[in-house]
């Protein structure tokens, strides 16, 4: 197998749900941000908002799913404007067993796959 299908075999399946989906983010100073899910996978995703996140900030990300409500903590990574706004990346910090389960169930409802 080459480099490339190594990777790419490693990759998580993406939903790509295009802001359909909203999330409350919770800072670490207290304070809560809407926002909405562009994308997402069972290590991370991107956030679409109306005003950047700092880089490398540690939130709680809150959003309801289709098989149960998420609560997981991620890190923030650089922001990219689009003509919708900001979409930010996030990766899951390291979610709980039970959470990365219930995240690839998402995935997989998402993306219309049957467990």
Known sequence: ????AKLEARKSARAKLA????????LP??????????????????????????EGCQVML??????GLIKE???IFPRHWSTRGCLQPFRF?????????RLQRTIRHLLGKKD
């Open 1 to 4: 197998m080459k480099s490339g």
């Open 19 to 26: 802001g359909a989906v909203e999330v409350s983010i919770h």
């Open 29 to 54: 100073n207290g304070n809560r941000v809407q926002a909405r899910l562009h994308e997402i996978s069972a290590t991370g995703g991107v956030l679409s908002l109306e005003e950047e996140l700092a």
């Open 62 to 67: 809150v959003f309801d799913s289709p098989v």
């Open 73 to 75: 903590t991620a890190e």
């Open 93 to 101: 910090t390291d979610p709980a067993e039970r959470n990365r389960r």
